[in-house]
T-cell receptor
Framework: GAGVSQSPSNKVTEKGKDVELRCDPI?????LYWYRQSLGQGLEFLIY????????KSGLPSDRFSAERTGGSVSTLTIQRTQQEDSAVYLC??????????????FGPGTRLTVL | AQSVTQPDIHITVSEGASLELRCNYS??????LFWYVQSPGQGLQLLLK??????LVQGIKGFEAEFKRSQSSFNLRKPSVHWSDAAEYFC????????FGPGTRLSVLP
């Protein structure tokens, strides 16, 4: 497709379960970003992948959160032992080169995670 | 720490009226400033961006923003609001980290 896609669009899980959220970036984009948007809040940066470089994990809120990007394309965000405060919309974005912050990010529609 | 503030949580304007949404950034070096719009059920769409050069930048949908270093501001403006502009607006600064403001919700009265 032409844009960033994310799956699932909605995910309901029970507290303590693990979840995986998937992001397919725009073809050819080397940079990929994950954000979290809680109800009524702005976007909170989680993690940033740039090419083959080590990812910038500075935004991950705890060690229950991890992400990987396979083959420089698809990315999976994993949340282990989910808590109710993890409920949010998780947004993925990609950009062409990700250099120096000046690169426009294109956002996917998000995955709405609800932890019961 | 780097931050972006949007002082107005919610703004209501009448259709056809002018609009200004405020944004202040804290990063002291060169900021990379963006405005995004998020309509209900939609993803974020870039309205405009500023890196350098002319401090008045034009964006899509008739929006413009002015960078004022002396005030650490990057306010978004539109001379005449349309009902379809009702949405959430986010200011962001990628100068050091990827930091978004909390958003301003715009309501438009008919």
């Amino acid at each position: 497709g032409a844009g960033v896609s994310q799956s699932p669009s909605n995910k309901v899980t029970e507290k303590g379960k693990d979840v995986e959220l998937r992001c397919d970036p725009i073809s050819g984009h080397t940079a990929l970003y994950w954000y979290r948007q809680s109800l009524g809040q702005g976007l909170e940066f989680l993690i940033y992948f740039q090419g083959n470089s080590a990812p910038d994990k500075s935004g991950l809120p705890s060690d229950r959160f991890s992400a990987e990007r396979t083959g420089g394309s698809v990315s999976t965000l994993t949340i282990q032992r989910t808590q109710q405060e993890d409920s949010a919309v998780y947004l993925c974005a990609s950009s062409l080169v990700g250099a120096g912050g000046s690169d426009e990010q294109f956002f996917g529609p998000g995955t709405r995670l609800t932890v019961l | 720490a780097q931050s972006v503030t949007q002082p107005d949580i919610h703004i209501t304007v009448s259709e056809g009226a002018s609009l200004e949404l405020r944004c202040n950034y804290s990063y002291g070096a060169t900021p990379y400033l963006f405005w995004y719009v998020q309509s209900p059920g939609q993803g974020l769409q870039l309205l405009l961006k500023y890196f350098s050069g002319d401090t008045l930048v034009q964006g899509i949908k008739g929006f413009e923003a002015e960078f004022k270093r002396s005030q650490s501001s990057f306010n978004l403006r539109k001379p005449s609001v349309h009902w379809s502009d009702a949405a959430e607006y986010f200011c962001a600064d990628y100068g050091q980290n990827f930091v978004f403001g909390p958003g301003t919700r715009l309501s438009v009265l008919p």
